[in-house]
T-cell receptor, first 114, second 111 residues
Framework: NAGVTQTPKFRILKIGQSMTLQCTQDMNHNYMYWYRQDPGMGLKLIYY???????DKGEVPNGYNVSRSTTEDFPLRLELAAPSQTSVYFC?????????????FGSGTRLTVV | KNEVEQSPQNLTAQEGEFITINCSYS?????LHWLQQHPGGGIVSLFMLSSGKKKHGRLIATINIQEKHSSLHITASHPRDSAVYIC?????????????FGAGTILRVKS
């Protein structure tokens, strides 16, 4: 099993550009999440999904959008990149219920907006 | 006040030392997770526990539900243990399956 696969690993964007961060999992997890990690801060939840076709906002959703058309894929879209979105982004997945059983993280995407 | 507090924020140890990282939280939880992140690397789940104690190799995690406190211990520390250790809690009632994270403890083990 590959687990949770994120692409790209690194990206530099100019202010105002758009991009999609890809996330795929092959563990048949219902729950998927996008987090951002800023230096010295804990990970913050951007969006999450409890199953295909269902998404909901986390703590810091502004400037981002998601979709969940299949169980496997959970892409994160940045529409108009801003310097405040410079961060490391992690996708994760878990089984439903049980407080996060099987929580698995992707390897991260380091995004710089200049 | 953060819902999940870790201490210390930074820790430097000599190889072979016994290390303890602490985590306190403020809500009733379903489970507590300990995660490890090497510099520039991804995040790996070390433990998920809801009571008692778990051990994996040189790592031991304990939790006291009544005191809302958990500790991660590393015995016979080694430079390869140098990483950020992150405590996170899940509460099905409060957060669904989402995790709430501490800010992390940066551990450096010197040889």
């Amino acid at each position: 099993n590959a687990g949770v696969t994120q692409t790209p690993k690194f990206r530099i964007l100019k202010i105002g550009q758009s991009m999609t961060l890809q996330c795929t999992q092959d563990m048949n997890h219902n729950y998927m999440y996008w987090y951002r990690q800023d230096p010295g801060m804990g990970l913050k939840l951007i969006y999450y999904s409890v199953g295909a076709g269902i998404t909901d906002k986390g703590e810091v959703p502004n400037g981002y959008n998601v979709s969940r058309s299949t169980t496997e894929d959970f892409p994160l879209r940045l529409e108009l990149a801003a310097p405040s979105q410079t961060s490391v982004y992690f996708c994760a997945s878990s089984y439903s219920g049980g407080g996060g059983w099987g929580y698995t993280f992707g390897s991260g995407t380091r995004l710089t907006v200049v | 006040k953060n819902e999940v507090e870790q201490s210390p924020q930074n820790l430097t140890a000599q190889e072979g030392e016994f290390i303890t990282i602490n985590c306190s939280y403020s809500v009733g939880i379903s489970a507590l997770h300990w995660l490890q992140q090497h510099p520039g690397g991804g995040i790996v789940s070390l433990f998920m526990l809801s009571s008692g104690k778990k051990k994996h190799g040189r790592l031991i995690a304990t939790i006291n539900i009544q005191e809302k406190h958990s500790s991660l211990h590393i015995t016979a520390s080694h430079p390869r243990d140098s990483a950020v250790y992150i405590c996170a809690v899940s509460s099905v009632l409060e957060y669904g399956n989402k995790l709430v994270f501490g800010a992390g403890t940066i551990l450096r083990v010197k040889s």
